[in-house]
């Protein structure tokens, strides 16, 4: 029987890769994994080459295996890497909604509050253009 973290078979790989994936991190476990450089560096190099095994990232980190696992895991943890297992591999992706999640609540806010003062400049730009023009 098939576990959350493995794949159906070959064909392609579970959506819900990680068992109870939305549940078990809170935005509080991201930002705690974002602050270490090597996890963020583990992070920028899943981007470029997405499914790497724990070998694959070992041979491009300054770090040991055991080390690597070790970010690898809170990565995991967070929800910011998720896990699937082809035949003996395990293959590493990134998965990048808690990080949209971040930006959505806590960029988002401040973004659409100076979009909304430029608009406001620009309405008042406009109304002095008519009142002269």
């Not at 430029?118 to 406009?126: T, V």
Request: with cysteine.
């Amino acid at each position: 029987m098939a576990t959350p973290r493995q794949h159906d078979g070959g064909k392609r790989p579970l959506i819900d890769m990680q068992p109870n994936s939305c549940i078990n991190w809170t935005m509080d476990d991201v930002f705690r994994a974002l602050a270490d450089p090597a996890r963020r560096a583990i992070l920028d190099r899943l981007f470029l080459r997405n499914g790497q095994t724990l070998g694959e990232l070992t041979n491009d980190a300054d770090m040991s295996r055991q080390g690597l696992s070790k970010h690898l895991r809170i990565l995991e943890d967070a929800n910011l890497i998720s896990v699937h297992w082809h035949g003996r591999e395990k293959r590493h992706y990134l998965n990048p909604m808690p990080i949209a999640e971040i930006v959505h609540r806590w960029v988002g806010k401040f973004e659409d509050a100076r979009l909304e003062n430029l608009a406001d400049i620009k309405r008042n730009a406009e109304r002095k253009e008519k009142r002269h023009g």
